[in-house]
């Protein structure tokens, strides 16, 4: 069993920044491939990014490239999403999950999940 905390999520301005962390516990994160994915009001979950277990590895949906940033650290068992020039459309709850499949955009190819972070962007 892997449990995942998400933290960092925040109200922000337009053209702001954000960094959010995912802790795991349980299990090493090292085994794992581990994704971003948010749910906007009324909307369905979506896929933000993935990174490999070693970090080697990385992928993002278009709407965020060049914008938001996936990292890892297996030393501290975290993974990060780094947010910049954040826009109102990225207002949506954000969740980690992690999976034994390698950069994987849906849903189901992910075990476990966190309990979500709401990011809130004002215009």
């Known amino acids: 069993q892997v449990q995942l905390v998400e933290s960092g999520g925040g109200l922000v301005q337009a053209g702001g920044s954000l960094r959010l962390s995912c802790a795991a516990s349980g299990r090493a994160l090292i085994n794992y491939g581990m994704g971003w994915f948010r749910q906007a009001p009324g909307k369905e979950r979506e896929f933000v990014s993935a990174?490999?277990?070693?970090?080697?590895?990385?992928y993002y949906t278009d709407s965020v490239k060049g914008r938001f940033t996936i990292s890892r650290d297996n030393a501290k068992n975290t993974v990060y999403l780094q947010m910049n020039s954040l826009k109102p459309e990225d207002t949506a709850v954000y969740y980690c999950?992690?999976?034994?499949?390698?950069?994987?955009?849906?849903?189901?190819?992910?075990?476990?999940w966190g309990q979500g972070t709401q990011v809130t962007v004002s215009s």
């Open positions: 990174i490999s277990w070693s970090g080697a590895q990385t």
């Open positions: 999950a992690a999976g034994m499949g390698v950069l994987q955009t849906k849903i189901e190819w992910y075990d476990y």
